[in-house]
């Protein structure tokens, strides 16, 4: 949780934005104190009826400025009279009187100005009206855009449950939040404050009684304008985590800044929209597909899609199964092969199975004619009533590469699902994946977002029920994020969120792309560690060059431990764990390193002896 604020300045690596960096041109640096030798100096102010965003953000300003100087620093609203020095968050009568109002900020975009006795936390936030309760929308998951707005108990996310239930309202992860921003991102980097985890124990933050802040101004927006990332309960990180209750979880997705741009991409034409929406017997797919899949070169089914998006895009409905939100409606088919077996079809798959990009890998081309002439003659449907509206395609398994021979509508939005969990696997799945994402890039100037894969190898261990060897790639993922960035892809969804630090890693590059991942990797361990801290990184890196070595992700037991954890390797890693065991110094070091030792190192050791168990038997 803390540690002393001289051996946390010391160990300080500021990644991303520099407080004085920041500073917009000719405005002078402006110092103010917010607690001086455990006294408050100043007041968070906020608007009578604040935005669920700066509610939260008051909230969290209060609660690190009393964990860090065991000061409370009162929360008042504009209608009392404030002396002193004060912190403006979101839109309240004192920035009005500044001229500064949150409907002057574009969507993401937020602001932290420093002036003479103030500091203002302001950006664009969702209002919490009647109206705006009604809008319409369906996540990647399928849940409503309301849901996100998760209901909890505030001190029990933040350790606090002896001072009663603190119930509150969390802004949506869709919905415009940027005070929110703006009060994280002061707390980052003007207050040193690290959230490693959902967990207490997580939390990195300086020990100190007296907070001096220190800057100009920051006027900016997230850099990937989407990142929908959630997860938790899979083996190693929820160890790592702490085991968190889902109010600590819900609250930190606000932390990392979960969300952001309204878009959705999956499945949408599956088994319950088929039953319910999609079932006119004239366009039911013939053969095994029927009752998940349809007649998809039937003009009627392109009209009754169509029908379907144009009722989401004018407010009037969306069933549940489908996925959309904002300006985007997903038309992606089952996650099968059961293609319809008519005449039509069938003559069209002949078409798109001559295309062997990919052929003999997950990621092809054997059906993107087919699929992609589907969507195509739905997106020209829709553009005739709603131009600016987007159809959503998944560029995915035997359709992820683009058609040859078809000119795509400009009204497409494609996610190309890549599977960046093999990045060190560069002799197949990185080279095809390369291969794909390019093509969309030359395809037209079209909307851009990814299904990036991160669930390898854990996913097919859980499933199996064996334990892996895990993948760390800090490289990869920093390498992979700043290049979609560059080149224009608005936003991923993440599926699977690995461990924890490589979680971590992913959603602040994502948020800031001039984020060093050397220098968030040794922050990390230099802080979260203390004492155990070179013998737990030489950890780290050192299963991310054993994967990088063998250029192989632990799949299957065999990779994972005749290749990846040999005896050899295993006896090396154990060296650094029981040397951090030894050098671990408070009791919060030894309690982090634990998390490790137990989530990680205990769960590979299983594994590996699993394996030869089973070998020698």
């Given amino acids: 949780m803390m540690i002393s604020v001289k051996k ?64 409370i620093v009162p929360i008042r609203t504009d209608r009392e009279e404030i002396t002193g020095p004060r912190i403006l968050v979101g839109q309240s009568k004192q920035t009005n009187a500044l001229g500064i109002k949150g409907a002057d900020f574009k969507s993401l975009e937020y602001l932290i100005q420093f002036r003479p006795d103030t500091i203002i936390l302001i950006g664009r936030d969702w209002q919490d009206t009647q109206e705006n309760r009604k809008e319409l929308g369906r996540d990647t998951y399928g849940r409503t855009i309301q849901s996100s707005r998760h209901q909890i108990d505030y001190h029990k996310a933040t350790g606090q449950a002896g001072q009663g239930a603190k119930p509150i309202t969390l802004p949506g992860f869709f919905d415009d939040q940027g005070t929110c921003y703006a009060a994280y991102h002061f707390l980052e980097k003007f207050c ?74 999956n499945h949408a034409i599956w088994t319950k929209t088929v039953r319910e929406v999609f079932n006119n017997p004239e366009y039911q797919a013939k053969g095994r597909g029927s009752g998940s899949q349809l ?69 092809n081309a054997r059906n993107s004619y087919y699929i992609f002439n589907f969507v195509n003659e739905v997106a020209k449907e829709v553009r005739k009533t709603h131009p600016h509206k987007f159809i959503v395609a998944l560029a995915y398994s035997s359709y992820t590469y683009p058609p040859k021979g078809l000119e795509l509508e400009p009204n497409i939005c494609v996610a190309p699902c890549l599977q960046i969990c093999y990045g060190y696997d560069k002799k197949t799945y990185y080279e095809n994946d390369l291969a794909i994402y390019r093509a969309w890039l030359e395809e037209g100037d079209r909307p851009l977002y990814l299904w990036n894969y991160f669930h390898h190898p854990m996913e097919p261990a859980v499933i199996g029920k064996w334990n892996c060897f895990p993948c760390f790639m800090p490289d990869v993922i920093s390498r992979e994020i700043k290049r979609y960035y560059k080149d224009g892809i608005r936003g991923v969804f993440l599926c699977g969120i690995g461990q924890q630090l490589d979680y971590y890693l992913y959603t602040q590059t994502a948020f800031d792309v001039d984020t060093d991942y050397k220098e968030l990797v040794d ?41 990846l954890g040999t005896p050899e390797r295993m006896k090396e890693l154990g060296v650094y764990i029981d040397e951090a065991v030894k050098l671990a110094g408070t009791d919060i070091e030894k309690r982090r390193v634990e998390t490790w030792k137990k989530g990680v190192w205990e769960y590979m050791k299983a594994g590996h002896h699993q394996f030869y168990l089973r070998e020698n038997q």
């Fill in 8 to 71: 946390m300045m010391a160990a300080i690596v500021t990644f991303g934005f520099c407080v004085s960096m920041s500073v917009a041109e000719g405005r002078p640096l402006v110092e103010i104190t917010l607690v001086n030798e455990g006294r408050p100096s100043a007041s968070i102010v906020v608007a009578q009826n604040p935005t669920p965003s700066a509610r939260l953000a008051a909230l969290e300003l209060q609660y690190h400025f009393r964990k860090i100087t065991g000061a």
């Fill in 192 to 265: 040193q404050v690290r959230w490693y985890g959902p967990a207490e124990l997580n939390v990195v933050m300086p020990s100190q009684k007296t907070l001096t802040v220190r800057g100009g101004e920051i006027r900016r927006s997230r850099d990937l304008k989407h990142i929908h990332a959630l997860g938790g309960g899979w083996p190693i990180i929820k160890v790592q985590w702490d085991s968190p209750n889902g109010d600590e979880l819900n609250l930190y997705w606000r932390r990392l800044r979960i969300g952001g741009e309204k878009w959705a991409g």
């Fill in 295 to 363: 007649c998809y070169t039937n003009p009627k089914l392109v009209q009754d899609v169509a029908r379907v998006a144009r009722d989401y895009f004018d407010g009037k409905e969306l069933r549940d199964g489908f996925k959309a939100m904002g300006d985007y409606f997903a038309v992606v088919p089952d996650d099968n092969y059961s293609w319809c077996k008519c005449e039509k079809c069938r003559r069209i798959l002949d078409i798109s199975e001559e295309d062997k990009r990919g052929e003999g890998l997950f990621s």
């Fill in 523 to 563: 922050e990390f361990f230099t802080l979260y560690f203390g004492g155990a801290s070179k013998p737990m990184k030489t950890f780290y890196y050192r299963i991310s060059e054993i994967n990088r070595e063998e250029a192989v992700v632990g799949t299957s037991r065999e990779k994972s431990w005749a290749m």
